[in-house]
């Protein structure tokens, strides 16, 4: 799945998708999946330049469900890697110059993800673009 980012022309971007073979039952209502997705994915495209990319993968890794979004960004700056999660953290402003946001989209993923018994972590980031992961524990099917 393919996709466009941004509202105009001068901002656009691409979104890929490349989702698991056969949908994995996590210990998240829809609407949390949701503001999880969310938060990441617009976190990653205020942060990649106009005809960037910034991929979502979803795919289990045996009794966990991975999701990872990366960009193409110019990675993390302004603020130390492993901070980016606490409330209130900001880095440097994004590559389209909007100001920065309050801070509090990362923290509120990971308080979803932690009470569900998952991770949220850096998994690199630098000039080439920033990687963020998701894991959360597979829901036995009922």
């Known amino acids: 799945m393919v996709g466009e980012l941004g509202g105009s022309p001068a901002r656009a971007g691409h979104l890929h998708h490349l989702p698991a073979k056969e949908p994995i ?23 990649t330049p106009s005809g960037g990319t910034v991929t979502v993968t979803t795919e289990r890794h045996g009794g966990t469900a991975r999701l990872t979004v990366t960009d193409t960004g110019s990675g993390i700056s302004g603020i130390e890697p492993q901070r980016i999660f606490d409330r209130h953290a900001h880095g440097a402003a994004g590559e389209s110059g909007t100001p920065r946001s309050t801070g509090i989209g990362l923290s509120l993923a990971r308080g979803m993800v932690v009470r569900a ?9 630098g000039a080439g673009g920033t990687s963020l992961r998701v894991e959360l524990p597979v829901r036995p099917r009922a």
């Open 117 to 125: 018994g998952g991770t949220i972590g850096l998994l690199a980031t």
């Open 25 to 47: 039952p996590v210990p998240l209502t829809e609407v949390a999946v949701r503001r999880i997705l969310t938060g990441l994915i617009e976190n990653a495209t205020k942060y």
